[in-house]
Every structure is written in C-alpha cells, then in structure tokens.
C-alpha cells in the first residue's frame, strides 16, 4: 500500500509539470486556435537561459525572474513576428510553421549550448521541512508552482480588466474590435504569458530529467494529452488533466505497461479522448443551429 501510495504521489508530482506545460498550450490555443507544437522546445530554450545565466554568476532567483522575462519577450516577438503575419494562411501553413519553429529551437539549443546532459538546480532544498518519504521536497514543489500559476492566472483573468479584455479578443475577436481592444496586442500578451508559464515549467522539470535539447519531448506529449483530457479551451481543465496524466502514466508505468510503454499511455489517452469526449473533461461543447 505504501508503494501504490508513493507511485500516486510521484505522478502528482509529474503531473504539476505536465499541468504547467498544458496551460501553455491552452493559452496559445486560446489566442490562436492552433496547438504550438514548439511549445516544449522554446521551454527548453528558456531553461538554457537560466542555466547560462546561473553559470555566469546570477543566483537561482536571480535568473529565474530575468528567464521569465526573456521568455514573455521571446514568445511575444515570435507571435507579432512569425504568427501574426500567418493570421490568414491555411491551417497545414500554420501547423508547418510551429513545426518549423520546434526544429529552430531545438537545433539552435544544440548548436549553442551542446548536446551534452547538463545538470539544473532545484530552487527547493533536499533537506526541507516539507520533503517526506514519499515526496521529496522537489516533487512537493513543483505542485506548489503549478496551483500557484493556476492562481494567479485564474485572478487575473477574472479580476483584471486586462485579462477580462483577453478573454473577449479570444472568445469574439470582431466584437471585441468594435469596443476598442487591441486584439493583435491581446494576442501578442496571451504569447508572451504562455512563453513565461512554459520557461517556469522547464525550470521545474530540468532538475528531475536533467538538461539537454530532447528533455521536453516526451513531457510535450504528456502535457498534450492532459491539455486534452481536462479541455484544450480551459486552462483550469488543462491544469486539472495535467495532474491526471501524470498519476495514471506513473501507475500504469509501474503496475501495468512498464516503464518502456509509458509513452504510449500518452498516445492512448490522446485518442481515447478525441473518441469519447472531444472537448474535455471542462471544455466548452460548441453547438450549431441547423
């Protein structure tokens, strides 16, 4: 019993990371409409920032707070730059185009930083009050980090006139022009927020599978199918899938697949879900009049 205990808390764990990658994805596809598919990579990129910036010298907050920020700018450019021009191309354009910036990232990362497995800090110290047996205080962290995100987003969202106009250009793009809101600068800010809470996620998985240019990959996939499972139009589904991918991937790893086909409890849940339940567990069901 102990060991199904500890196996369940470790996928809670896990699932903070996915849950946090998973708001990424639903905050683009909020903006956009499209799933950025390179979401994991400029996560992976951001996280090299903050290891560069840790290896000149800046102290773990220290470069925490100057990644996030490089990471909003970073998404923000590549939305007013690359997406926004794209904004009536067909939909295979666009797909390719988030494909493209996947290998972009992923290479760039390879050329400048190596390919040679690096190690990243955890913020949390192995030695704190609330580390256990079952969790560590790494793990205990990183589901800390994610309700946090989900909380401050959540408020912002709902209690800021900011966020409240970034819904409206999301939901009704043509409406929300006519009140006066800046949809490209909604758009660009929904970018730039997805780009920070995707650099936190890389900085909290980093410390668990280490740092390389492959190191978001299989976390991408996971984080996709809990965006999927919880609701790609709802951040608080997608934070909620999240959580339950990660549970099921380590519980099924241990007692039912093995730890080589975790993966493919990613791909079945994926397809599970587009054949029960298209839009989530929290998604909105769209309903037309015929």
Known sequence: MSEFLQQLLAGLATGGIYASVALALVMIYQATHHINFAQGEMAMFSTFIAWSLM??????????????????????????????PMQRAPELSVVVVF???????????????GYTVKRFPSPFPSNAWYASELMSAHQVGAIFVALVMVALLFSFFRFT??????????QNPASSRLVGISVGRMLMLGWG???????????????????DPHMMTGVLLYAFAGALIGGIDSPVGAVLGGFIVGMLENLMGAYVVGTELKLSVALALIVGVLIVRPSGLMGRRLVTRV
């Open 55 to 84: 290896q000149a010298g800046l102290p773990y907050w220290g470069a925490f707070a100057a990644t996030v920020v490089l990471s909003f700018v970073l998404a923000a450019a590549i939305e007013l730059a690359v997406i926004r």
């Open 193 to 211: 927020l997805a780009g920070a809470i995707g650099a936190v996620a890389g900085m909290m998985v980093a410390p668990v599978v280490f740092l």
């Open 161 to 170: 006139p900011l966020g409240l106009a970034m819904r409206a250009a999301a």
């Open 99 to 113: 494909i493209g910036l996947l290998v972009i990232f992923h290479s760039l990362a390879g050329w400048i930083f």
